[in-house]
C-alpha cells in the first residue's frame, strides 16, 4: 500500500505562484506514474497533470496547459507541481495519486490510479 502525503497548499492572490509537493512511501515510487487532480466545491474531480515513472511523458489538463508543469524527484519519492499565474479559478483540493500502470513513454488511464493522497487545499484570491 502506498501513501501519499502533500504539502504545499495554501492561499495566493492571482497570478502568483505555489509548488506542491508529494512523497510517497514505497520505494517502488520510481516505477509508478504519478498525478495531480483536483476537486472545487460542487464540481467533478478534474485531471490536472500526469507524469510517468521516467519522467519522459507528461500530461496536462486543458485548463492548465503553459501554467503548471509536473515533475519528480525519484531520488527523494517525490513529485511536484509547479503553479503559475494561478486564477481564481484554479481553487480546489488537489490531490497526489500513483498508478503502477503506464510505461516509460505512456501514461496509464485516469482510472488506473489507485493511490491517493489525502488532499491540500489551494485558494487563489482575485
Known amino acids: 500500500q502506498v501513501q501519499l502525503v502533500e504539502s504545499g497548499g495554501g492561499l495566493v492572490q492571482a497570478g502568483g505562484s505555489l509548488r506542491l509537493s508529494c512523497v510517497a512511501s514505497d520505494r517502488s515510487f520510481m516505477s509508478y506514474a504519478m498525478g495531480w487532480f483536483r476537486q472545487a466545491p460542487g464540481k467533478e474531480r478534474e485531471f490536472v497533470a500526469a507524469?510517468?515513472?521516467?519522467?519522459?511523458?507528461?500530461n496536462y489538463g486543458d485548463s492548465v496547459k503553459g501554467r503548471f508543469t509536473i515533475s519528480r524527484d525519484n531520488a527523494k519519492n517525490t513529485v511536484y507541481l509547479q503553479m503559475n499565474s494561478l486564477k481564481p479559478d484554479d481553487t480546489a483540493t488537489y490531490y497526489c495519486?500513483?498508478?503502477?500502470?503506464?510505461?516509460?513513454?505512456?501514461?496509464?488511464?485516469?482510472?488506473?490510479?489507485?493511490?491517493w493522497g489525502q488532499g491540500l487545499q489551494v485558494s487563489v484570491s482575485s
Open positions: 507524469l510517468s515513472w521516467s519522467g519522459a511523458s507528461s
Open positions: 495519486a500513483a498508478s503502477r500502470y503506464g510505461g516509460s513513454y505512456s501514461l496509464p488511464p485516469v482510472s488506473e490510479y489507485v493511490y
